[in-house]
C-alpha cells in the first residue's frame, strides 16, 4: 500500500513538472512570435519610409529636369576596397552612356580570392527613364523558389532595400540584385560558391544609405 501512495505520489510530481515545461515552451514560442511580428511590423514601417523618400526624390529631379546620371567618379566612391580575402583585380571599368534624352552611368570592379570572383555591378539612372524601376517591389511580392537548378529568394537589407539573393547549384553562382531609391541598381555575382555569404558580405562595404539620398 505504501509502495503504492509513493509511485503515485512520484507520478503526481512528474504530471506537474511537465505540465510546467510545457507552459514554459508556450510561453517561450509566444514571447518568439511576438518578437517576430514586432521585427516585421518594424521592417514594414522602414521599408515604407524609404519607398516614400525615393519617391520625393525622383518626383525633385524630374520637376528640375535633371537627366544627368551620377558620375562614374562618385559611384566609384562606393567600391568597397576588400571583403575577407577578397581583394580587387584591376581598375574599375566605367561606362556612362546618353539613352534616348536619358543618363546612365555604370562601374564595375573585380574582386578575386584564389580562384574566386565576384564581379560589383553599380548602375545609375536618371528622370525615369531606369530599367530597373519598380523591380525591388516586384520582389518583395515573389515568393521564394527552390529547384534542383537553383534557389532565390527577397531579402530586406538594412531594413530599408529591397534586394534579390539567388544561388546557382550546378555551376556554384551566387548573386544578390539590390535596388536603391527606385533608380540606382547594383548586381554582385560570384563564382566557384557554396553559399551567398560573399556576396553579402562584400555588400556591407557599400554605404547604401549614403547613395540612396543622390
Not at 577578397?86 to 556612362?96: A, E, L, M, T
Request: overall charge positive; glycine content about 6%.
Amino acid at each position: 500500500m505504501r509502495r503504492t501512495r509513493f509511485l503515485f505520489l512520484r507520478v503526481f510530481v512528474l504530471a506537474i513538472a511537465l505540465a510546467a515545461c510545457e507552459e514554459d515552451e508556450v510561453s517561450s514560442r509566444a514571447r518568439a512570435a511576438f518578437e517576430k511580428a514586432r521585427l516585421l511590423a518594424k521592417q514594414r514601417e522602414e521599408m515604407k519610409k524609404h519607398n516614400v523618400s525615393a519617391k520625393k526624390k525622383r518626383e525633385e529631379r524630374d520637376t528640375k529636369g535633371d537627366t544627368v546620371a551620377l558620375s562614374t567618379e562618385i559611384l566609384a566612391d562606393f567600391l568597397p576596397k576588400s571583403y575577407a580575402t577578397y581583394q580587387k583585380n584591376g581598375v574599375p571599368i566605367n561606362s556612362p552612356a546618353q539613352i534616348n534624352g536619358g543618363a546612365f552611368s555604370t562601374i564595375e570592379q573585380t574582386y578575386s580570392s584564389q580562384n574566386q570572383n565576384i564581379r560589383l555591378t553599380i548602375r545609375d539612372s536618371n528622370k525615369g527613364v531606369s530599367t530597373h524601376a519598380g523591380i525591388g517591389k516586384m520582389w518583395s511580392r515573389t515568393p521564394p523558389t527552390n529547384t534542383k537548378k537553383a534557389r532565390g529568394s527577397y531579402v530586406l537589407l538594412a531594413g530599408k532595400f529591397h534586394a534579390w539573393e539567388y544561388y546557382e547549384k550546378r555551376t556554384r553562382r551566387a548573386g544578390l540584385l539590390i535596388d536603391v531609391s527606385d533608380r540606382i541598381y547594383i548586381e554582385l555575382i560570384a563564382t566557384e560558391q557554396m553559399d551567398t555569404d560573399a556576396v553579402k558580405g562584400l555588400v556591407i562595404g557599400i554605404n547604401l544609405d549614403k547613395l540612396a539620398k543622390y
